[in-house]
């Protein structure tokens, strides 16, 4: 198993993903335009944006909750996304996920006990006399007390709940998760609690992660690489500490610029970005995305839409002036 | 010595749930003098929005008696104070930007109505005069004024929030409370508003509550901080000098629980058990069954307010052991 971890065979691999939705009247909502990035087995990918950048779609696509308009979707070399039938349902063992809310994605009407047990029942993985063992083994990975399958996930507390989702995610042995922003709702000290567990898991059990989160610092601490998303595509993918030390896409530094943090070291420099987030309905296709809200944005920027570009070090950037960004974001 | 602009004394305030009751502040001490930004910090179910709502009487009624303590606006008693007396403070001289901008506003009414509702009560000024400076704070907090005739639903979260301190700016008032303002808003949004905030809180010398579980905006905005446990205080004191030398467990704990943007990734400290329920509060230190420090006399007697410095104040039993 470890010996095919070294050849760097990416566990999944995102192609031209693109997901539109039509709304009636309206036109074409552009939630995910050409996304494609890669996930090593044992990595955490993490995947940054605003809300309504599509970050979420995109974990959604990949568990298959709606249907993709364009592109693909390979698990180990296999086209996930054309499956069907009893193989889809196989690999949907392998691919799991954790959602944001932990107080609505538990059955308020049933027991942990049932909530737990339900994936070996689907899935007919196991003897109806083993699935009580398989539950408890369960409990004792993400250290739930064994009592807890008694009751039902309001009389829990967020992080608790938290718990029962990774539970219910780890029931099918998955190699591969997608943690839709786990930990946004909970208290910070629940929340270290939470990402400790998820990195303690990742090593037991060698999992990839795709990680999806609003919070730079949560990210940062995670993820192996990261990709900033603005409204629905890509702007810059790098390894993490490339990212944060030699950050060049705007959009990017203005994220990363606006996160207040408790250090009083360094004197910062922030850039405060002008206007909301700007409608994904019908965008102009020759115009870069984060053009209007841009602080050093130029004419042909607003012509000449930039593409997602290799400068060295597996550092992907989209835009055209990234060689410029970074002295002119110190001034 | 700067002025005094509000004191909380020993204020204790009990909700009754059923035949439970639940002592969500427990003998709070806080004081927040002109000009001055005080961060009030900590986890969901501290007493933090209670306070804030017991400092503007707005707390609901028939569930929540204030068992002790008073609140002073310039020295004078808010408790002791008529109804009218009290009306004529909230709104003008003490107001509130609430956390959630979606229900806090009126969906039925334009923002422009809604900012100058307060500016037309307490100046008892004409209609075109108060919409006139609705406009006015619109623009001031960036918000185009050919909106004010907008709903709120036509308005982005950014905006709302927005309109929001527009309504609590209207009068000038010399305290604002905001009860986690930003929360519900994107980084890039909460980059903006905050700028805006601290731009304001200059232009006018007016003093600032800001409550928030975010310990980077209390060491962006506030010159002083107080972090709340179980209902009152456990330390309080500037900000530097708390996230630089934190003195109690249950800050250090905080302030190691969350991710830092610079530096090595190590493991992060959680903090072992829940939060304190104010149903079922501990008796002695209310931190006591989460700290790894804990001695004898935490569990049996609520500590003492030591004074480490001008500026740094604790409640903790162990503090020489700390250093």
Redesign the interface.
């Known amino acids: 198993m470890s010996a095919q971890n070294n050849t760097r065979e990416p566990i999944l691999k995102v192609e031209h993903l693109t997901k539109h939705f039509i709304i009636k009247g309206k036109g074409n909502l552009h939630a995910v335009d050409d996304v494609s990035f890669e996930i090593m087995p044992n990595e955490t990918l993490g995947l940054v944006g605003e809300s309504g950048c599509g970050k979420s779609t995109v974990g959604n696509v990949l568990m298959r909750f709606f249907p993709e308009t364009a592109g693909s979707v390979f698990y180990k070399g296999k086209d996930w996304l054309k499956m069907s039938g009893f193989k889809k349902k196989e690999l949907r063992r392998d691919i799991q996920m954790i959602f944001q809310d932990p107080y609505s994605s538990l059955n308020p009407r049933k027991t942990i006990w049932s909530i737990l047990s339900e994936p070996f029942v689907i899935h007919r993985l196991c003897k109806k006399s083993e699935i009580d063992t398989k539950v408890r083994e369960l409990m004792d990975t993400v250290g739930l007390e064994t009592y807890i399958q008694e009751l039902f996930p309001h009389e829990l507390d967020g992080g608790k709940r938290q718990m029962v989702g990774i539970a219910r995610a780890l029931a099918l042995n998955p190699k591969f998760i997608v943690c839709d922003e786990p930990v946004s709702s909970l208290d910070v000290s629940v929340q270290a609690t939470i990402i400790n567990l998820l990195v303690k898991l990742q090593k037991e059990m060698e999992l990839s992660y795709l990680f999806i989160s609003h919070d730079l610092s949560v990210v940062r601490h995670i993820s192996d690489r990261i990709v900033v998303m603005y409204l629905g595509q890509i702007v810059e993918t790098a390894e993490k500490n490339e990212l944060f030390l030699n950050t060049l896409h705007p959009y990017s530094i203005a994220l990363l610029s606006a996160v207040p943090t408790t250090s009083f070291e360094a004197e910062k420099t922030r850039i405060v970005l002008e206007g909301d987030v700007p409608s994904p309905l019908n965008p102009n296709p020759d115009c870069c995305r984060f053009a209007p809200r841009c602080w050093m944005a130029q004419e042909k920027c607003f012509n000449e839409s930039p593409m997602l570009d290799d400068v060295g070090a597996e550092h992907c950037v989209a835009c055209h002036y990234w060689r410029q960004s970074k002295q002119r974001a110190k001034v | 010595m700067a002025d005094e602009l509000l004191r909380i004394e020993n204020l204790s305030v009990e909700y009754h749930v059923g035949v439970k009751v639940s002592n969500a502040v427990n003998k709070l001490d806080i004081t927040i003098n002109q000009g001055e930004a005080l961060g009030l910090v900590g986890?969901?179910g501290a007493g933090k929005t209670t306070t804030a709502l017991s400092i503007m009487n707005l707390l609901p009624k028939r569930i929540s008696f204030i068992t002790s303590g008073n609140v002073y606006y310039r020295g004078k008693s808010m408790m002791e104070m008529s109804e009218e007396q009290q009306n004529a403070i909230r709104g003008e001289k003490i107001s509130m930007v609430f956390a959630n901008p979606l229900s806090s506003l009126n969906p039925l009414f334009t923002v422009g109505h809604q900012i100058a509702l307060a500016y037309e009560t307490h100046y008892k000024v004409s209609k075109a005069a108060s919409r006139k400076r609705a406009a006015e704070l619109l623009k001031l907090v960036g918000i185009a004024d050919y909106r004010i005739d907008d709903y709120p639903h036509q308005l982005?979260g950014?905006?709302r929030q927005r309109v929001g301190i527009a309504a609590a700016l209207a009068c000038n008032p010399e305290l604002l409370i905001c009860d986690e303002p930003t929360t519900a808003l994107?980084?890039?949004?909460?980059?903006?508003i905050?700028?805006l905030m601290k731009n304001l809180q200059k232009e006018f010398n007016s003093s600032l509550l800001m409550i928030t579980?975010?310990?980077?905006?209390?060491?962006?905005?506030c010159q002083n901080v107080a972090i709340m446990y179980g209902g009152a205080t456990v330390e309080h004191g500037s900000v530097?000098e708390i996230?630089?030398h934190p003195m109690h467990h249950y800050t250090k704990?905080?302030?190691?629980?969350?991710?830092?943007?610079?530096g090595q990734?190590a493991?992060?400290?959680?903090?072992p058990g829940?939060?304190a329920n104010a149903l079922d509060l501990p008796g002695g230190c209310r931190f006591h069954p989460r700290c790894a420090y804990c001695t004898e006399e935490c569990k049996n007697e609520l500590p003492h307010l030591m004074t480490i410095s001008d500026e740094h104040y604790v409640r903790c039993w162990n503090v020489e052991g700390i250093k």
């Open positions: 986890e969901t982005s950014g905006m994107d980084v890039t949004i909460q980059a903006q905050l700028e579980h975010n310990l980077g905006i209390v060491a962006e905005m530097r996230f630089t704990g905080l302030l190691n629980a969350i991710p830092k943007l610079e990734t493991a992060l400290e959680s903090i829940l939060v």
